[in-house]
């Protein structure tokens, strides 16, 4: 069974730029989310989709960040424009169902540096 | 103050080690995740347990709900073993607070 696909796997840019990073979830799972990791930190959720619909999004700076999940499937994070502290691994991952009992899996992360 | 807290920070052992890795949380739970962290930023999902103790081969886990704690142990640490650990708490319905996690090394 293929994993959670991430693209690209490293991003280096200048502060104000915008950069967008994909996912592909696991075949059937419904739920996705956006962590990101800052260096020696635990992930943070950013945004949670059941299907295409957003379910926690409460985390997210929505003035630079935002992400969609066209179709229920693959899904885009978009910052515009990155600040220096937006350095960090952004992690998708995907679930069967909804809910903390699920079992989540993880993508390879992006590796994103903003200078 | 964090939310979930783990302890040690960092950790490194001796092959054959038995290894324990703690985990406390302030915010009530169902469920308790333990993930494992490797070089290179690939996270696999060890456990999800909400009461008692689950093992799967070296690994074992277990959870006091009424005390919020829960740790995780390594039997005969090996050096692939090295890792992150991190656990992971439901905070409400959909969100989920993560520990900084435990930087595990276990030399040969």
């Known amino acids: 069974e293929a994993g959670v696909a991430q693209s690209p796997r490293y991003k280096i840019i200048e502060k104000r730029q915008s950069v967008a990073f994909w996912c592909n979830p696991i075949?059937?799972?419904?739920?996705l989310y956006w962590y990101q990791q800052i260096l020696g930190q635990g992930p943070k959720l950013l945004i949670q989709?059941?299907?295409?619909?957003?379910?926690?999004d409460s985390q997210l700076p929505k003035d630079r960040f935002s992400a969609e999940r066209l179709k229920g499937v693959d899904s885009t994070l978009k910052i515009q424009p990155a600040k220096l502290e937006d350095s960090a691994v952004y992690l998708c991952?995907?679930?069967?169902?909804?809910?903390?009992?699920?079992?989540?899996?993880f993508g390879p992360g992006t590796r994103l540096l903003v200078l | 103050k964090n939310e979930v807290e783990q302890s040690p920070q960092n950790l490194t052992a001796q092959e054959g080690e038995f290894i324990t890795i703690n985990c406390s949380y302030s915010?009530?739970?169902?469920?308790l995740h333990w993930l494992q962290q490797h070089p290179g930023g690939g996270i696999v999902s060890l456990f999800m347990?909400?009461?008692g103790k689950k093992k799967h081969g070296r690994l074992i886990a277990t959870i006091n709900i009424q005390e919020k704690h829960s740790s995780l142990h390594i039997t005969a640490s090996h050096p692939r073993d090295s890792a992150v650990y991190i656990c992971?708490?439901?905070?409400?319905?959909?969100?989920?607070?993560f520990g900084a996690g435990t930087r595990l090394t276990v030399k040969p």
């Open positions: 991952a995907s679930s069967l169902g909804q809910g903390l009992m699920e079992t989540q899996y």
């Open positions: 075949s059937g799972h419904a739920t």
């Open positions: 989709f059941q299907n295409n619909g957003v379910v926690d």
């Open positions: 915010v009530g739970i169902s469920a």
């Open positions: 347990l909400s009461s």
């Open positions: 992971a708490a439901p905070y409400n319905n959909n969100d989920m607070r």
